[in-house]
Each structure stands twice: as structure tokens, then as C-alpha cells.
């Protein structure tokens, strides 16, 4: 054994041993970000506040206009509203940067809770980041992000959202 090897491992006995209290969408109280999970490892509360914003932005029917609109206003979904084929690709452009392929889409439509016609429901909605983040907490992060929530899940204003109130063009069709 080389003699860095033997400081390295003084210094981190076991560094590819999590926390023991650490888990996937449940960090350690000593940071700041919100919990993702809640201790049964559900959505919490909060995380399900900022996905009905992100969802009410594509669905249809369109959520009522909010009487005070700014920026940082969250939006809230019908309770019949979906998302259509359109909306969905609108949001995974987004999200992620590119619409989802027709593989991905029939997934969805098999395993999330969708209607009928095959469209997907808040509930499915919820369910593909309930999956998400119980296996890629960082991903959930960055879509978080993407839509303009911090780390604390306030929703702030965007480069994006300030370019479309300034130019007074709306972020979704009435």
C-alpha cells in the first residue's frame, strides 16, 4: 500500500458508504433544500404545490387566470385537467430540452394513471416524479428548476418569465 493511499483512507474511512441517515429525496436536516419525500417517501406537501404549478402551465383546460399575476403566483390545475398530447410535449421540451419519443409516450400511457384517451392525469403527472425522485433526486432538482423553483421550492422569477411579462406576453394561453 502506498503511503497516500493509507492518508486517504484515514481521512474518509469508508467514502463510498452514504450517510447513514441519508436517503434518496430525503437529505440530512442540515441542509437547506426542501424535502422532495416525505418520511414515507411520498411527494411532500410542497413538492406536490410546485409539480400542480408546472402541470397547470400545459394542461387543458387552462387553470382560471390568478387575480394577482406576477412572476412568482403558483398556478393551480382544474381538477379535470390533463395533459394532451400537445401539452405534454410542450412540457418535456421545457423540462428536458427535447419532446418525448413515442417509446417514452406509450410507457407513460401504459404505467401512469391517464384517461381513456390515453392523456395524462395530475395523478400520473405526480406518479412520474414520485419514480423520478425516489431514484434520481438531482434530476427532479434541475426540472425544478428549469420551471423557476429554488432549492427551497419558492417559485422565483426567470430570466424566461421576466422576458414574457416585459414583452406582455403570456406564459400560457388563456
Known amino acids: 500500500m502506498a503511503p497516500n493511499d493509507f492518508d486517504l483512507r484515514m481521512q474518509s474511512p469508508r ?13 440530512n436536516a442540515q441542509f437547506n ?9 411520498a411527494i411532500s406537501d410542497k413538492l406536490e404545490r410546485c409539480l400542480r404549478h408546472i402541470f ?6 387552462r ?13 393551480t390545475p382544474p381538477d379535470d385537467a ?30 401512469m394513471d391517464v384517461t381513456e384517451e390515453g392523456e395524462l ?3 400520473g403527472f405526480a406518479q412520474i416524479y414520485q419514480l423520478q425522485t425516489e431514484n434520481d433526486e438531482e ?10 423553483f429554488d432549492r427551497t421550492l419558492a417559485l422565483v422569477s426567470t430570466r424566461r ?7 406582455h406576453m403570456p406564459l400560457f394561453m388563456p
Do not use: V
Request: contains cysteine; hydrophobic residues 25%; negative net charge.
Open 15 to 27: 467514502p463510498e458508504t452514504p450517510e447513514p441517515s441519508s436517503k434518496q429525496g430525503r437529505r
Open 33 to 41: 433544500d426542501a424535502q422532495l419525500l416525505d418520511a414515507d417517501g
Open 56 to 61: 397547470a402551465k400545459y394542461c387543458t383546460p
Open 63 to 75: 387553470p382560471p387566470r390568478p387575480q394577482k399575476h406576477d412572476s412568482t403566483t403558483l398556478l
Open 82 to 111: 390533463i395533459l394532451d398530447a400537445a401539452g405534454l410535449d410542450a412540457w418535456a421540451e421545457d423540462t428536458n430540452g427535447a419532446p418525448f419519443s413515442e417509446e417514452t409516450k406509450e410507457e407513460l400511457r401504459e404505467f
Open 121 to 123: 392525469t395530475f395523478k
Open 139 to 148: 434530476e427532479t432538482w434541475k426540472d425544478l428548476s428549469n420551471h423557476g
Open 161 to 167: 418569465e421576466e422576458e414574457a411579462e416585459s414583452s
